[in-house]
């Protein structure tokens, strides 16, 4: 009867293994994804981060990337305290999926907390941006760059609307040429086209850029939340194959 108990007892040891094993790689693969998730948000959009005064959005990427970067090695850890059995391993595999766990679920609060002050924030900053930063000196250049990358990507024209540039220091100065609205303004852009500012040469989108940018980052934000949240929950699948595999396994002797 011991000897069917300790071999009943293996088999189960044998079968958390190899649970473990699929998890970790499967793991790893959601490691790459988490990371790619923050680091296209970091590379393609930063023209739109540095139109935000607040850098949570960038920072929920940043955890992200940092959260990928640490899961891909703890999913080889993990394969390999899995393999050689050995409750140290397994316990530093354990803790790390925890620190994981927490920094995922920090993403997804941070994520959720700027979904939530995002309208107000963009109210109160983009037209200041837009009206005060724009083609003023060449250490606002990536504000003038996102500004334009923006006009035209979104068809839009303007903050609020394409009047909001009326009160431009560029628009007002000699700089401007006689422009009513940046040339990244128009349907089709060419120099000195924003001196024509009627509806059928530039774009006049109800609610400006404000309206376009806000669903953009919204989008972007349930993205980064739900890859955060998502894989954490997953994790805690894999905390309790660890934790199973880890009282299943004789204390290593000193």
């Known amino acids: ?16 293994k190899y649970l473990l094993f699929t998890f970790n790689f499967l793991f790893w693969l959601a490691g790459g994804v988490v990371m790619a998730v923050g680091v296209w948000t970091l590379v393609e959009k930063n023209d739109y981060i540095s139109l935000l005064p607040s850098k949570t959005y960038a920072a929920s990427a940043y955890i992200l990337v940092l959260a990928g970067a640490i899961v891909m090695v703890t999913g080889v850890l993990g394969c390999c305290a899995t393999f050689k059995e050995q409750r140290k391993l397994l316990g530093v595999y354990f803790v790390l999926l925890l620190c994981i766990f927490l920094l995922e679920i920090l993403a997804g609060v941070l994520a959720y907390i700027y979904y939530q002050q995002l309208n107000d924030e963009l109210k109160q900053n983009l037209k200041a941006t837009m009206t005060n930063k724009y083609r003023q000196s060449d250490e606002n250049e990536h504000i003038t760059k996102a500004v334009d990358k923006l006009q035209q990507e979104f068809k839009c024209c303007g903050s609020n609307n394409s009047t909001d540039w009326v009160e431009s220091k560029w628009i007002r100065s000699a700089d401007s040429k006689g422009r009513k609205v940046p040339d990244s303004c128009c349907k089709t852009e060419i120099d000195l086209c924003g001196q ?47 934790c199973c595999l880890y009282r299943s396994l004789k204390a290593e002797p000193y």
């Open 196 to 242: 024509r500012d009627h509806p059928s040469n530039i774009y006049k989108v109800e609610g400006g850029c404000i309206s376009k940018l806000e669903k953009f980052i919204l989008e972007h934000l349930k993205i980064i939340g739900a890859v955060g949240i998502g894989i954490a929950c997953v994790q805690i699948i894999g905390m309790v194959f660890t």
């Open 1 to 16: 009867m011991g000897a069917y108990e300790e071999k009943k007892e293996a088999c189960g040891t044998v079968c958390l």
